[in-house]
């Protein structure tokens, strides 16, 4: 939603009222996520949707990481927003439809344009009574030809049908209702009431009871009135009574007299209730006379601004209130009528406020201050403009040639792998094919060459857009292969960063000493931090090369490049979990050895079970307590760690499932039924083939007390790639290395058990 000075009379009128001073432009972007007192998690969404250039903002990808953290079983959804990308906005509607938490959304201030629709998501959708909602057409802007508007035009139209699904989802009004609202080019706003009536909100809930408001929440409310006026007529009218309303109900006669005599005017002129009006009209009047009396009045003062001149009082002869409201009249209306022409300058519409809210401001003052303001900082008629660098021909051709790989691969969907063919100028080549088109773009002439001469050629420029694309393929091959591998470890393994090959320490402080009952004397006694524990953890470098060569481009093999980058990306994920198991392997069964000399799983770490057994409800029951009494370093205290992952062969996997899912005790074998006190202690089951036997492991969360460790050299998760020309094969040659370390820091979050 593009902001408009109704936007900005809205925000600061808000922001003042809420006892904040009002913002100079936009709403401040606030992503945050909170949990709630009652167990609910609370998700606020302030500001823009979408990435923003010059501030923060709520993404789509913001937004997931969000909820991906959350397990509440209800998420208070919190708005104020002014819109942004569509495209975001429609990713976050579905991230919130599909996550399995109820969720509560709350207008706080406006949701307007995608943020709208965002608001939808909510299977129950909350507005105060001072909250408003807007509906519109999906807008953008571009550059080119009249075709490339023509299309950009089909495609705004296929944004506004995908936004009207959203729509009619909530409100149940046909199609064709919601298709009104996005195709007329109109902003649609809705007070809370109206929202609830039309099906965007479920309940429109009344204002607490508000303070009185302050001088500066009078002037900001003012001034939103005063630029409400000021608006098409197209501007919606409840906007302009919510502001008088608010002004007549956090006004008090109290607070109405301290002010100054210019907005006590300005007041009485802009409030709709009679009645009131009648009662700050009695104290104006007895301040007017107050003032008269006075033995040295003041010399008199231009009136200052009436947000509604034409409410103003007709003077008559003994009246002073009709008197003054006539000459402010006269006074704003020629200042008003100064500013008329300038305000699209910046800060103008800001100085037309001020001067008409200064008692003191006489014409020539004003215009005196409209010339500084419209000369200061004054740019081009046409604008500034800006330029962008864009891709240019040698990216879009490695581009285009990456694209048509992965689709010829399969890497692609098949809505991916159209589109990928859609327009591309290697849709149709093979591999020679398009290595001949690379080469005559870098001015080689192929005309004469063989199939092997090309197939050299192009592999030998290193430095060209063959070997590039074909290294930015391979890439993404291998992390497609590496993301298919299924791994375990990163279920009870803490993931960490080295930054570089030397061992990296990792501690386990211990407690600080009890305090003392200080004695009568007042006297109080040094403690001590115990001694804490080290264990280490190093990076090694692993990997494989890949090359191609000029026969694989003359036989066209993609498939083949394809299976072996794919094949060495699964390698990759799978060397990191069989080196996690192997650690556990060490000593016979018993774990790396830690710096205390002793195995990870030892009797001196009071880690494995005195007696082995099977899975069970009884067997869970002794790892939890053995894990519950697990003390810090220094013996001070206990470190309460409860369980959370289980871990064991396929064999037994099964069993550990029915023990920590069972809702009775499986061991009770007697009519009466006796609830399962372990059940569903562990959170997540893990069994694996890499396992063998029948001992199994309790571990607490790897996040919490952490005993294995992955760590990634400078936090790079993923295999990389490096190209190099291959002299004695005339091919190319990639280097696939991953850097990383695999190591025990810790036993007290882990329980073996040896099995029967």
């Known amino acids: 939603m593009k902001s408009n000075r109704l936007s900005l009379a809205i925000f600061a009128a808000v922001a003042a009222i809420g006892g904040a001073p009002p913002a100079s432009s936009g709403l401040q972007p606030l992503l945050r996520i909170q ?8 998700l606020l969404i302030y500001g823009p949707i979408g990435d923003e250039w010059f501030s923060e903002s709520a993404s789509a990808r913001s937004i997931a990481e969000q ?4 397990t509440a079983p209800t998420i208070q959804v919190r708005i104020n927003s002014e819109g942004g990308s569509v495209q975001d906005g429609l990713a976050i509607y579905n991230q919130l439809k599909r996550h399995p938490a109820r969720i509560v959304v709350t207008v706080d201030g406006i949701a307007a344009s995608i943020a709208s629709q965002i608001a939808c998501a909510g299977d129950e959708v909350i507005m105060p009574a001072n909250t408003l909602m807007m509906i519109h057409a999906p807008w953008s802007c571009g550059c080119g030809n009249a075709q490339a508007f023509r299309e950009f035009a089909d495609t705004l139209d296929t944004f506004a049908a995908a936004m009207a699904q959203s729509y009619v989802a909530k409100t149940g009004k046909s199609v064709e209702e919601i298709n009104a609202l996005l195709q007329d080019g109109k902003d649609h706003w809705f007070t809370s009431e109206q929202a609830v009536e039309f099906g965007l909100a479920d309940s429109a809930l009344a204002t607490d009871p508000v303070e009185p408001a302050d001088a500066d929440a009078v002037d900001a409310m003012l001034n939103a009135l005063i630029a409400n006026t000021r608006l098409t007529a197209s501007a919606p009218a409840p906007i302009s ?10 006004l008090t006669e109290s607070r ?10 300005a007041i009485v002129a802009s409030i709709g209730d009679e009645e009131m009006k009648q009662q700050f009209q009695k104290v104006l009047a007895m301040a007017v006379a107050a003032a008269a009396a006075a033995p040295a ?15 103003a009082l007709q003077p008559t002869q003994g009246d002073p209130v009709a008197t003054a409201l006539a000459a402010l009249v006269v006074r704003n209306q020629a200042i008003r009528g100064v500013f008329a022409g300038f305000h699209d300058v910046a800060g103008v519409v ?11 401001m006489t014409i020539e003052q004003a215009q005196a201050r409209l010339l500084a303001r419209v000369g200061n900082g004054a740019t081009p008629l046409a604008g500034t403009g800006r330029v962008e660098a864009g891709e240019d021909e040698t990216e879009r051709v490695r581009a285009a040639g990456v694209q048509m790989l992965l689709a010829r691969g399969g890497i692609l969907s098949r809505t991916d792998a159209a589109a990928a063919r859609q327009g591309n100028p290697f849709a149709n080549s093979t591999l020679l094919g398009m290595a001949e088109q690379i080469l005559i773009r870098a001015g080689v002439r192929t005309r004469d060459m063989t199939r092997e001469q090309m197939a050299r050629a192009v592999l030998g420029q290193t430095t060209s857009d063959f070997p590039t694309l074909l290294e930015n393929a391979l890439h993404k091959i291998l992390l497609n292969g590496y993301q298919l591998t299924p791994f375990t470890w990163t279920r009870f393994c803490r993931t960490g960063i080295l930054t570089d090959y030397r061992p990296h320490n990792r501690y386990h402080l211990s407690s600080f000493s009890d305090l003392l009952e200080v004695n009568e004397a007042g006297e109080y006694k040094t403690g001590t931090l115990g001694d804490g ?18 026969e694989l481009l003359i036989n066209d093999d993609l498939g083949a490049l394809v299976s072996l980058a794919t094949a060495l990306g699964q390698a990759a994920g799978r060397t990191i979990e069989k080196d996690v198991y192997a650690l556990l392997a060490l000593n016979s069964g018993a774990g790396p050895t830690l710096s205390d000399g002793k195995a990870l799983f030892h009797t001196d770490h009071a880690n494995i079970a005195a007696v082995g057994a099977a899975p069970s409800v009884s067997a869970f029951d002794a790892a939890r307590i053995a894990l519950g009494s697990q003390k810090d370093p220094g013996g001070n205290d206990y470190l309460d760690i409860t369980a959370a992952i289980w871990l064991g062969p396929l064999s037994i996997g099964g069993a550990a499932r029915v023990a920590n899912g069972a809702e009775y005790d499986t061991e009770v074998s007697s009519k009466f039924q006796v609830p399962n006190k372990v059940r569903n202690m562990y959170r997540d089951v893990v069994d694996s083939p890499r396992l ?17 460790e992955v760590a990634f050299l400078d936090g790079v998760q993923t295999p990389t790639i490096e190209q190099e020309a291959n002299f004695r094969t005339d091919g190319i040659a990639w280097k696939a290395a991953h850097r990383y370390g695999v190591g025990a820091v810790g036993y007290r979050g882990a329980q073996k058990n040896n099995g029967p």
Not at 298 to 307: E, H, I, K, R, T
Not at 350 to 360: G, I, K, M, Q, Y
Not at 533 to 550: A, F, N, Q, Y
């Open 533 to 550: 524990e080290k264990e280490t953890i190093t990076g090694k470098r692993k990997g494989r090369i890949l090359e191609v060569t000029p």
């Open 256 to 265: 109405f007299a301290s002010l100054p005599e210019a907005r006590q005017l």
């Open 241 to 250: 009574a919510q502001l008088r309303s608010r002004l007549t109900t956090t």
């Open 692 to 708: 063998a036997g029948n001992a199994w492991y309790s571990f607490a969360d790897p996040n919490v007390e952490a005993v294995l």
């Open 350 to 360: 800001a100085l037309e406020s001020e001067c008409l809210a200064d008692p003191a």
């Open 67 to 70: 909820l991906a953290r959350i």
């Open 297 to 311: 009045p003041a010399a008199p003062a231009a009136p200052a601004s009436l947000a509604n001149p034409d409410a």
């Open 35 to 42: 949990a709630l007192a009652n167990g609910d998690a609370e």
